[in-house]
């Protein structure tokens, strides 16, 4: 059973920083692609980036290209997102996922198999 726990949400002023973490359960954490998604009030849940088993691979969303760094530990089964120049138009509830499926890194939602409960970060303007 995979569990995946997401951590380090709040409150930040725009132009601020936070680091996101998420916790996975399971001893095959290295095989799995893991990506990080958004959902704002009133809209679909969105990518953000993903990155790959060895982590020596990212892929981002226009959207947070330059501002945002997905990183992960494989011996503490975590990964990151750190967040920086944040924009109040990045507030939204935040969600890692896990794609056990054996592919590369992958923007769509159908493609990853465990969801975390997520973690909202609001951006002050």
């Known amino acids: 059973q995979v569990q995946l726990v997401e951590s380090g949400g709040g409150l930040v002023q725009a132009g601020g920083s936070l680091r996101l973490s998420c ?19 009133g809209k679909e849940r969105e990518f953000v980036g993903g990155i790959n088993r060895s982590g020596g691979s990212t892929y981002y969303a226009s959207s947070v290209k330059g501002r945002f760094s997905v990183s992960r530990d494989n011996a503490k089964n975590t990964v990151y997102l750190q967040m920086n120049s944040l924009k ?7 969600y890692c996922a896990a794609d056990l499926g054996g592919g590369g890194i992958s923007s769509l939602r159908g493609r990853y198999d465990y969801w975390g409960q997520g973690t909202q970060v609001t951006v002050s303007s």
Do not use: K, L
């Open 88 to 94: 109040p138009e990045d507030t939204a509830v935040y």
């Open 23 to 41: 916790a996975a359960s399971g001893r095959t954490f290295n095989t799995w692609v893991m990506g990080w998604f958004r959902q704002a009030p």
